[in-house]
């Protein structure tokens, strides 16, 4: 947002200097700016998926999103199985960590969708 | 027909090795791995030798590989994720050499043994559990409470972020694992139709017209394996960038 306040300043000043000496050479300096601003942009990470998603980027998230909705689910009914033969609580805890696994698997199809995964983060500090 | 899965059997090369109960023979995986390191070595040295301005088809090689490592980081972790760019790259370059050397006939696909993959995986998970402990302190907990989520929720949200990052390691590598052993397991079914048919008895010339037709399927098959082989270690490449990430910026 503060960038956004600042980039019409800049043009404004830049601009009468232009008229007044006629030369390219400002021009070229705003250009220039503008090339580094958008580097810069693009260096941060600051311009995330949304801004050039890519097929190869669709593929892959297309790859993903299978494993990502099984394992946790595996994962989590493991866990829940080796707590019950621990602790002798049969049905219980694997039963619970099933349901979690499976909210955690539907999570992070989610995220995937929205694109709030870690790719995305930036984006919304 | 031979046995579909016979090609993913390890056996010693040359001699089999056994030190205090351990197998420890030079493998056939072990051979391939071996070439896939001194080949993407040689590689490289030799493409970057010239340094020419205008380069020739090994330089170009080498520097789009670097660039594609290099842009995969900069979108994915970010400028500080630099530190990373040895790493990601020699496991890039790693996973899709074993995924194509795996097309050659008679090769072995390492990258096909989820004991491979496994280890890289587990090898990148700790990678973040160490340096984000080290660089954030117990602040690194706080990756599984997202922000800007109500507390209510933080308590639903919190054990299913813990299990999908137990669950990490496993999608890494049971992905990579699975696609890379279906593909193989599918292409020598495939081609077992074709001397099935061929086998038929009493149906004389008519039995290689049949069988030219799981030959053609596994023709185009062979293509889609190669975009499969691409695709996953570049899908290896970035969920490793992703997972990384969490060690530079924590999400506050």
């Given at each position: ?48 998926r949304?801004?050039?998603d890519?097929?190869s980027n669709n593929i892959s998230d297309g790859m993903r999103a299978?494993?990502e ?40 199809v989610?995220?995937i969708t929205?694109g709030?995964d870690?790719r ?6 | ?234 899908v290896?490449?970035v ?14």
């Open positions: 947002m503060n960038k956004d306040n600042q980039d019409p300043k800049a043009p404004s000043n830049d601009n009468p200097v232009k008229e007044a000496s006629g030369s390219k050479q400002p021009d070229n300096l705003k250009t220039l700016e503008d090339k580094i601003k958008d580097f810069q942009k693009t260096t941060d990470g600051k311009k995330g949304n801004a050039d890519s097929e299978g494993a909705l099984i394992v946790p689910i595996l994962v989590a009914g493991f866990i829940g199985y080796h707590i019950d033969t621990w602790l002798g609580t049969k049905p219980l805890f694997l039963i619970i960590f099933l349901l979690l696994g499976m909210g955690s698997g539907f999570f992070n989610y995220k929205q709030i870690n995305g983060k930036s984006d919304k500090d | 027909m031979s046995d579909p899965l016979h090609q993913f059997e390890i056996q010693p090369m040359l001699f089999s090795l056994d030190i205090g109960g351990v197998d420890l023979s030079f493998t056939n995986s072990a051979l391939w791995m071996f070439i896939a390191a001194i080949l993407s070595t040689v590689t490289l040295t030799a493409g970057m030798r010239r340094k020419a301005l205008v380069p020739g088809r090994l330089q170009a090689l080498s520097e789009m590989l670097y660039e594609f490592v290099a842009n995969m980081i900069r979108e994915n972790i970010g400028s500080k994720g630099r530190g990373y760019f040895p790493l990601i790259f020699t496991t890039f370059v790693i996973v899709l050499l074993g995924n194509l050397l795996g097309m050659l006939p008679y090769s072995f696909t390492y990258t096909s043994h989820i004991i491979v993959t496994m280890a890289l995986a587990l090898f990148i998970f700790a990678l973040v559990i160490v340096i984000g402990i080290v660089k954030n302190g117990t602040k690194f907990f706080s990756l599984f409470a997202p922000p800007g989520v109500p507390f209510v929720l933080l308590l639903l949200v919190i054990p299913l972020e813990i299990i999908s990052f137990l669950a990490r390691p496993i999608t890494l590598a049971v992905r990579l694992f699975a696609n890379m052993m279906a593909g193989h397991l599918i292409l020598k079914v495939f081609a077992g139709f074709s001397v099935a048919m061929i086998g038929i008895e009493g149906i004389g010339i008519f039995g290689y017209v049949a069988g030219a037709f799981p030959m053609l399927v596994n023709s185009i098959l062979i293509a889609f394996e190669i975009l499969i082989a691409l695709l996953h270690a570049y290896f490449a969920l490793s960038c992703i997972y990384l990430k969490d060690t530079v910026d924590l999400h506050h």
